[in-house]
């Protein structure tokens, strides 16, 4: 069974940096496209940085300069620096992976749990 664990979220001041973290494990094949999501109270969940398996990357405009997303292949892990941290980057962070399982052979759509960012002004 795929799981995508996230760790590095905290609380963290203004201008701040922090690092997540996220391992996807369980019969992969093949991993996708790797993305960081953002969910903030009351607000949608957002697309915050996405890197394709010939590392690619895409970002949100609102994250541009700021953040980069990076992937360790042999790990199956994808990164997310994020530095000079704003009030309005708080959210909970999700990892998304889009991968093939040695189970099924076909392409999904997977979820880590989330962890928290905050960050004070």
């Known amino acids: 069974q795929v799981q995508l664990v996230e760790s590095g979220g905290g609380l963290v001041q203004a201008g701040g940096s922090l690092r997540l973290s996220c391992t996807a494990s369980?019969?992969?094949?093949?991993?996708?496209?790797l993305g960081w999501y953002r969910q903030a109270p009351g607000k949608q969940r957002e697309l915050v940085a996405a890197?394709?398996?010939?590392?690619?990357?895409n970002y949100a405009d609102s994250v541009k300069g700021r953040f980069t997303i990076s992937r360790d292949n042999a790990k199956n892990t994808v990164y997310l620096q994020m530095n000079s941290l704003k009030p309005e980057d708080t959210a909970v962070y999700y990892c998304?992976?889009?991968?093939?399982?040695?189970?099924?052979?076909?392409?999904?759509?997977?979820w880590g749990q989330g962890t928290q960012v905050t960050v004070s002004s």
């Open positions: 890197v394709t398996s010939g590392s690619s990357t």
């Open positions: 369980g019969g992969i094949l093949r991993i996708n496209a």
């Open positions: 998304n992976a889009d991968l093939t399982t040695t189970v099924t052979m076909r392409n999904g759509n997977y």
